[in-house]
């Protein structure tokens, strides 16, 4: 067996740059981890806005045979082509992991 060593097919190694090791502060994770900051409260009133302006959901009551699926906030730097800070976006997201799919398919065959 002949290897790649052997053969002097390796792969060159990349010098690294000091200075791309520039540290961004990390994104939030959690509502707790935001709301501390000025910046992520106001993406969030603008996502806020942007939902009730566009008529995307009413909030309603919730029924007893209905299975409730939360929703969270994403939030993300944006950043422009040379990464530099472009603005911060907060997001509404349902958590679609908590479906329960069998329960759906359960309530059509009681219903048939």
């Known amino acids: 067996m002949v290897t790649r060593a052997q053969t002097g097919k390796l792969k060159p190694i990349?010098?690294?740059?000091?200075?791309?090791?520039?540290?961004?502060p990390a994104d939030p994770s959690c509502y707790s981890q935001a709301v501390?900051?000025?910046?992520?409260r106001s993406a969030m009133t603008d996502e806020y806005n942007a939902l009730i302006s566009?008529?995307?959901?009413?909030?309603?009551?919730?029924?007893?045979?209905?299975?409730?699926i939360?929703?969270?906030?994403?939030?993300?730097?944006?950043?422009?082509?040379?990464?530099?800070?472009d603005r911060h976006k907060a997001r509404l997201v349902a958590k679609g992991y908590h479906q329960r799919?069998?329960?759906i398919l359960l309530r059509l065959i009681v219903l048939l």
Request: charged share 15%; aromatic share 10%; net charge positive.
């Open 14 to 24: 990349q010098p690294r740059s000091m200075n791309a090791n520039v540290q961004t």
């Open 36 to 40: 501390k900051y000025f910046h992520w």
């Open 54 to 68: 566009n008529s995307t959901w009413e909030l309603l009551p919730p029924s007893l045979d209905q299975h409730i």
């Open 70 to 85: 939360g929703c969270k906030l994403v939030f993300c730097t944006k950043t422009t082509s040379d990464g530099s800070l």
């Open 101 to 103: 799919p069998m329960l």
